[in-house]
């Protein structure tokens, strides 16, 4: 009665014998991660819907493909990741998501302060102050819970680049923080005296 | 010297730093290292690495997906594996193209093989050949068969090539010096 949830290998091998429904389940279980995944990558919403879709097309074409040695997950994120590259070198509005800093990266310190003071939380933080791989590291660690070897697999490095993009992304949040801790110890008393003042 | 020292610190501390990032993967974090808890700087910021670890675990942003995301991935689904079935009706898979490949490949590798073949494998056929060629009827006997009103004209041509050779090698050796 009581059907029991395959994994997602399982399944990955039912879709290669030519079962769509079984890619639907995948689908199911992927669409909303890969479109978490892509949305950061695309910066709008109609963009990341075309590289989800782009995404699940890509797989049901490839899906003989897919080695059942690796993760099912890795497998889809690497393609996304691809699909993402391939709509930035389309569109030409970054030639290289690697090399080119985030805007925010650029602004004087006074303004990524600013900046800073309406990051509600720490991936927002992340999402303006890292460049494109160490964010995705990011995510990948974190959003999806994968291992190393699985987060080199999707970014094609090897396992200790992954560890340094890591250990990057993690050192200039820890600045980051710390820098806003002090800034906001800084200005309590400020704000105390303004407030004193206008009362 | 103090430059030294300098450059020496910084690179401990730089290493310090990427194992106690890399040990957040492992299930065991370095808390007890006592290098760590000797250096101010390292605890600091293993202390800040552990804060954001737990602010990048619980603090992950909902993204809210389109509620017509999932049908529009399954048109182009639908679409894509009409169009697959509908093009190439006697698809191969790629195994299978590579196993004729390499049938067709191996074909040709004994075709050359058998052509190549050694010496000794020569002399059976030149043998056959002859055995063969045993068979057939004499040239003579083929002549003499052959009746005269044909085989006049044509001995009569071969004497006089016979005639000219003879007189050509004759004159030949004449004019040898």
Redesign the interface.
């Given at each position: 009665m009581f059907q029991e949830a395959q994994s997602d290998e399982a399944l990955a091998t039912q879709a290669q014998g030519g079962s769509?429904t079984a890619?639907?389940e995948l689908?199911?279980l992927y669409?909303?991660r890969i479109?978490?995944f892509v949305?950061d990558c695309c910066g709008n919403?109609t963009d990341a819907?075309e590289v989800?879709?782009d995404t699940?097309?890509k797989a049901?074409?490839a899906i003989?493909?897919f080695d059942g040695k690796h993760a099912f997950a890795a497998w889809l994120f690497t393609i996304a990741r691809r699909k993402c590259v391939d709509r930035y070198r389309a569109q030409r509005a970054l030639p290289d998501t690697e090399c080119l800093p985030k805007p925010a990266a650029c602004l004087d310190p006074s303004e990524t302060l600013s900046h800073a003071e309406e990051w509600q939380?720490?991936?927002?933080c992340?999402r303006e102050l890292l460049p494109e791989s160490q964010y995705q590291a990011?995510w990948l660690?974190?959003?999806e819970d994968m291992?190393?070897p699985q987060i080199a697999l999707v970014l094609r490095k090897t396992r200790t680049h992954v560890?340094?993009l890591?250990?990057r992304a993690?050192?200039r949040?820890?600045k980051e923080?710390?820098r806003n801790r002090n800034e906001a110890v800084s200005r309590k008393p400020q704000f105390y005296d303004k407030l004193v003042a206008q009362i | 010297m103090k430059l030294y020292q300098e450059n020496h610190n910084f690179m401990t501390n730089w290493l310090r730093k990427f194992k106690l990032s890399n040990a957040l993967h492992a299930a065991d974090h370095c808390e007890s290292d006592p290098r760590v808890a000797r250096n101010p700087e390292l605890e600091h910021f293993r202390d800040d690495l552990q804060r954001l670890d737990r602010e990048l675990a619980q603090g992950l942003p909902t993204v809210n997906a389109p509620a017509f995301l999932h049908s529009r991935i399954m048109n182009a689904l639908t679409k894509e594996q009409g169009r697959a079935r509908s093009s190439s009706p006697f698809t191969f898979s790629r195994s299978a193209a590579w196993q004729c490949g390499l049938a067709v490949v191996v074909a040709a590798l004994f075709a050359l093989l058998i052509g190549r073949q050694p010496a000794s494998h020569k002399d059976s056929n030149s043998q056959a050949i002859a055995t063969l060629t045993s068979s057939l009827p004499d040239s003579d006997s083929v002549f003499d068969s052959v009746p005269a009103a044909l085989s006049t004209p044509l001995s009569r041509e071969l004497s006089g090539l016979d005639r000219d050779v003879a007189n050509t090698s004759q004159y030949l050796l004449a004019n040898l010096p």
């Open positions: 769509l890619f639907e689908v199911l669409e909303k479109y978490r949305r919403d819907v989800t879709q699940f097309v049901f074409q003989a493909q939380n720490v991936w927002e992340a990011l660690r974190y959003a291992d190393l560890k340094v890591l250990f993690r050192s949040l820890t923080m710390r | -």
